[in-house]
């Protein structure tokens, strides 16, 4: 089975157009075209008139739940997802950013995206690997079986291979390359805060210029604030235009959290985020 | 006019390395970058053209000013010694030349002129080198919108085009025509060969990238009349995620700031670029910010580009080379929302 893109956009436009007619929901968040076909926006459908702007293709990778947290609470907001950013809808519900109530998500099942920049095909180890929506209200296209199964964590395998020393040796160099554009935080559907404490001068905790301790602090930071939140959509590697595999850290950080605590990130609108629930039987492991 | 095989670029890079600091495309992992090269077999030109632009071989990312330990008197603090020799910076496409000329204006042109940047252009050679005019251009390019064409010497010391498996060599300057004289890993080109250098100059001109008509009073007057026109910002604005990617790729973008970092007692006084569509960008001493809106943010990029700059000094603050719109996380093209400004 391949993905029709085609008769997904056509609902999504049929969906978008029903729901902003019957005045359930004031914006639809989609994707139109940007600068040429493969190279699609981000879109926020507003009037019945908009919605035939609205497309859905491969590349259409961005991750909409981004903008989710830009709107007055109450917004009545329909959004296109992918797996992942259900998950990432799923996380902002748990973290009270957003309402269960005032959300239709648009699910869309799907695999084979590519990357805009490079036109290849996106490497499902790369991200969570999952390619039907978590949560939805309406189902675009058919929900997606008989792929390959990718474990979200396979990738970290060979990195977990790597001794302390080599590790810290390449994420160094990794850092090496940061120019601090700070697209990886804005990319990224749970880095909401406002102000980031890399913007905050008083106290400062992190040098401007992108040199080793400042750019350390930097991620190091927005990794662990990341902890048990991340729903590895890839957004901020892909968004990074200078190629950090941030991913490969945000894995680790989540597999570890998932076996300390039994849960990963966005997968139940019932679940309370990791690192804020407090259970008897949590884990002691980060103690020891 | 001289020539070499590209395949012994090698051997050139070697004699401008023996001469001073050479500054070149190599390959790295996101894709290409002008880097001070130790090895001459780095240099590498088979590259469309590069991630960061290469306005950092005079404005570096990072510029430190002052030394200083915390704990001693400021007197004791020191001025970091630039230590320039000859640099040459090999390699750089027409509009990214273009590019040094509107930063000419800020940091030596105003009367306010920038030690840094000026000595930096002073000591510096640059190779030009055309774009394939053979092969189409990158669809994020508009540089032929803004009268640049893919072959244009002017700005460069010397220029080169690439005649299938030959690099051919044109001194533009007279410091170009010295420093052309002397390398001797150059042969002189044929009569053919500087007639093809002729006629691909004058053909570039006429190379299409994405065009739209620009003239820089209307653009500029259309700018400063939807300037308050929220409806049209917020629209062209509402994918962007107000990250610094376009303005740290771009040619043109000159905002920085001054920093003092220090590490225990050690400190350093330094300039750092910055970027208009960082929310901390604007924020005042007393907590006021007046662009907190990301259609501000935005907005201000454009209207700097394309409307004020053409007023205080007569030209758009752009080159076309297409960076920002090729790195944007979300394909924001600023080709586009200039194109629809004009039609609003």
């Given amino acids: 089975m391949s993905i029709n893109f085609k008769k997904i956009e056509d609902s999504l436009k049929a969906e978008a157009k029903k729901l902003l007619e019957e005045g359930k929901v004031s914006i639809v968040l989609a994707y139109k075209k940007g600068y040429d076909d493969k190279h699609p926006m981000p879109y926020v459908a507003r009037k019945i008139s908009d919605v035939e702007n609205i497309v859905f293709n491969e590349y259409c990778t961005a991750n909409m739940a981004r903008y989710l947290v830009r709107y007055p609470r109450g917004t009545k907001i329909a959004i296109a997802v992918k797996a992942s950013d259900s998950r990432a809808v799923i996380q902002l519900i748990q973290e009270d950013k957003v309402k269960r109530e005032d959300l239709i998500v648009l699910g869309i099942p799907v695999y084979g995206m590519k990357n805009f920049k490079t036109g290849k095909t996106i490497d499902s180890k790369t991200t969570c690997g999952i390619y039907n929506p978590v949560l939805y209200d309406v189902l675009l296209g058919e929900e997606v079986h008989g792929q390959p199964v990718v474990p979200p964590y396979g990738v970290l395998i060979e990195y977990e291979k790597i001794d302390k020393d080599a590790r810290w040796a390449f994420w160094e160099k990794e850092f090496d390359r940061c120019i601090r554009c700070y697209a990886c935080r804005k990319a990224c559907p749970m880095c909401y805060c406002d102000p980031c404490f890399i913007d905050q001068n008083k106290p400062k905790w992190g040098e401007k210029s992108p040199e080793s301790h400042g750019n350390l602090m930097y991620h190091l930071t927005r990794f662990h604030h990341l902890a048990g939140r991340c729903i590895d959509c890839g957004e901020c590697s892909r968004a990074c235009p200078v190629d950090i595999p941030l991913y490969l850290f945000h894995k680790k950080v989540a597999k570890e959290c998932e076996e300390m605590f039994g849960q990963a990130a966005g997968m139940s609108i019932e679940d309370k985020p990791v690192l804020v629930n407090f259970r008897v039987d949590d884990s002691d492991k980060i103690l020891e | 006019m001289k ?341 609003e």
Avoid at chain 2, 55 to 84: G, H, I, W
Wanted: glycine share 6%.
């Fill in chain 2, 3 to 343: 020539k070499t095989a590209i395949q012994k670029i090698s051997d050139l890079a070697a004699e401008l390395l023996e001469k001073g600091t050479l500054v070149a495309p190599i390959k790295e992992d996101a894709g290409f970058n002008f880097r001070e090269i130790s090895d001459a077999k780095q240099v590498d030109l088979n590259f469309y053209n590069t991630l960061m632009s290469p306005k950092s071989a005079f404005f570096p990312q990072t510029e430190d000013f002052v030394r200083y330990n915390k704990n001693k008197s400021v007197l004791e603090a020191q001025c970091v010694d630039m230590n320039l020799g000859p640099v040459f910076l090999f390699g750089v496409r027409p509009c990214d030349v273009k590019s040094f000329e509107i930063m000419d204006i800020h940091f030596s042109g105003t009367g306010a002129v920038d030690p840094y940047w000026k000595k930096r252009r002073e000591a510096t050679t640059i190779f030009g080198y055309a774009f394939d005019p053979n092969a189409p251009a990158d669809g994020a390019d508009f540089y032929s919108t803004l009268g640049i064409g893919a072959a244009d010497p002017e700005g460069s010391d010397i220029f080169m085009i690439k005649k299938g498996d030959d690099l051919l060599f044109k001194a533009v300057t007279p410091k170009g025509e010295n420093l052309l004289a002397s390398l001797s890993s150059l042969a002189d080109a044929s009569k053919d060969e500087i007639k093809y250098f002729d006629e691909t100059v004058v053909s570039g001109r006429s190379f299409k990238t994405r065009f739209t008509c620009v003239d820089t009073k209307v653009i500029a007057k259309k700018l400063e009349d939807i300037f308050h026109k929220t409806e049209f910002w917020d629209k062209v604005s509402e994918a962007c995620l107000s990250c610094g990617v376009c303005t740290f790729v771009c040619p043109t973008c000159y905002c920085f700031d001054i920093c003092d970092e220090t590490l225990f007692s050690q400190g350093v006084r330094r300039r750092v670029w910055d970027a208009c569509m960082f929310t901390d960008f604007t924020l005042e001493a007393s907590g006021h910010n007046p662009r907190t809106k990301v259609y501000q943010r935005l907005r201000q990029k454009i209207c700097h580009k394309y409307s004020f700059h053409i007023r205080k000094y007569g030209v758009i603050s752009c080159v076309g080379c297409g960076r920002c719109t090729r790195n944007c996380p979300v394909n924001i093209d600023i080709f586009s929302i200039v194109d629809e400004a004009l039609k």
